[in-house]
């Protein structure tokens, strides 16, 4: 499976973004979808995941109430909307997936990965 991660970029602190990751080569709906980030010097980051039918969906608890994750099976993507950006949310952001129905945390567990979009907040 191959992921496609788009929409990073430039604002300003308050403003907003739409990260998208298109995937292609599997069938998208059999995908437990994530998105993680990585800023220098820190270890990879979970931000947000959702499941195959979009019924379960997780947050770090750094991004709840700002970020939302979404996915649309008819167009094999998904998006994560991130409202009220801070400087602290300046990284490269990754769409990650893995095979099954699980909803997990830990990088480890994702086996595809897209190239990664950068984001910076400026204060």
């Known amino acids: 499976v191959q992921l496609q991660a788009s929409g990073g970029g430039l604002v300003q602190t308050g403003d907003s973004l739409r990260l998208s990751c298109a995937v292609s080569?599997?069938?998208?709906?059999?995908?437990?979808m994530a998105w993680f980030r990585q800023a220098p010097g820190k270890e990879r980051e979970f931000v947000a995941g959702?499941?195959?039918?979009?019924?379960?969906?997780y947050y770090g608890n750094s991004v709840k109430g700002r970020f939302t994750i979404s996915r649309d099976n008819a167009k094999s993507a998904v998006t994560l909307q991130m409202d009220a950006l801070r400087p602290e949310d300046t990284a490269v952001y990754y769409c990650?997936?893995?095979?099954?129905?699980?909803?997990?945390?830990?990088?480890?567990?994702?086996?595809?990965w897209g190239q990664g979009t950068q984001v910076t907040v400026s204060s």
């Open positions: 959702i499941n195959l039918n979009a019924e379960d969906r």
């Open positions: 990650a997936a893995r095979a099954g129905r699980g909803v997990g945390m830990v990088p480890k567990i994702y086996r595809s």
């Open positions: 080569g599997a069938a998208f709906s059999d995908y437990t």
